[in-house]
């Protein structure tokens, strides 16, 4: 059989293997060169094996079942990426950056040299109690993100609680907040949005 | 899996309702949307790149486009043609970033040991043997042969999927098909033969 005729035929052959509409003239000629063409029906065939395999991936595909934890998996990575969003926000640098920057060296000296003066000492894993958080811990579950900071100066660390109210995706989706929301919203006596929960809350206003 | 793969255009009402609900900002609403679509979501990102961990991630992944679009999507609408474009979009930018790391290791392990016993190929194997060829495949070529054979979508379907003509997604197919048969041709013909075939005549024993 001439190769060029194998050639202007398989794409044919091919289509006719796969399912694709071919038209009739052309399948019946595909067809007739098929008769005397060895080459091209091992070719279809080895096709045709392919197909088969295919389908049997489909069945497993069909029969794989999700993960049982998949939703606490999507509850996880929502907190994880609220949790991002919060702090590439902190290290945006500000219009007066070198101002502020100033402004917070001379602040960290001040703080550094009060406990120096008292005799403690200054070195900064020292300004945390044994068995203390490191400040700035983000962690949360119910749509509010604590933000732990500790105060160096004092007797102890004194943990200030701040609560970071994330944007929709942590308090639309977890239901414990939107129900404190909604108390809140009523123990404000009608100030909040309480149709839509999204009232004041603890801590400050909704940021937008 | 009833309907996951057929109800491309049809409007559902429930769904409709979830996704009211989700504009609405109801948590549990989007709870409901997450099992209810789930399936569907994952059988299309396990076809795309066969391996679980990463379509669990890739779950993940839509969901969450699904939350940030839901004032965006339509409620008379299905939201699975949305939800698979979504999902094969990821799976495609997963595949491109790791393209060389494709096929599943137990393959590859398997692959390097001699096969013990001759014949036709176990069910099991022919399945892993057909995976790592269909992983070997350009990332375009890869992606259409999955949508049409492993997800049984049709010709329209998947051009709406991957925003082509459906001739190009026919070209694709008939490309694919070919190259695939070839892979495996090649895997046959490399394949270590079974201990227990006597050397061929002129040989070395």
Known sequence: MNPRSCHRHQDVLTDLEAGLEVGGRDADRAHAHLEGCEICRRRIEATALAIVGLGRLRAEVEAAEPSPTAWEQLQRRVIGEAAARVAPSRRRMPVGFPMLSSLTAALLLVALAIPVSTGRSAAPQQLLEPGTRPPAVVSGTDGRLPVELVRPEGDGPAPLLFELLVSDPVDAIQPAARARAAEDCSATDGQGDCSTGTGPLPGGPRPT | ?205
């Open chain 2, 1 to 205: 899996m009833e309907g996951w793969a057929t109800g491309l255009t049809e409007a559902d009402t429930e769904s409709a309702t979830l996704l009211a609900g989700m504009r609405d900002g109801d948590p549990a609403a989007f709870e409901s949307f997450f099992y209810r679509y789930q399936r569907v979501v994952f059988a299309t990102a396990l076809g795309l790149v066969g391996e679980r961990a990463t379509a669990e991630e890739i779950v993940c992944d839509a969901f969450l486009r699904a939350y940030a679009s839901r004032a965006t999507l339509d409620p008379a609408r299905s939201p699975v043609p949305w939800l698979q474009r979504v999902t094969v979009n990821l799976a495609i930018s997963h595949l491109r970033r790791h393209r060389f790391i494709t096929a599943p290791i137990d393959d590859l392990v398997h692959g390097a040991l001699p096969r013990t016993t001759p014949g036709p190929l176990e069910r099991r194997e022919t399945e892993l043997y057909v995976e790592s060829c269909l992983a070997r495949l350009p990332v375009p070529l890869r992606a259409v042969l999955a949508l049409r054979y492993l997800l049984d979508l049709s010709i329209a379907e998947i051009a709406a999927i991957l925003d082509e003509t459906p001739s190009t997604v026919k070209h694709r197919i008939r490309s694919g098909l070919t190259r695939l048969r070839d892979e495996i041709a090649d895997e046959e013909a490399g394949r270590p033969l079974p201990v227990n075939v006597p050397p061929l005549r002129g040989e070395p024993e």
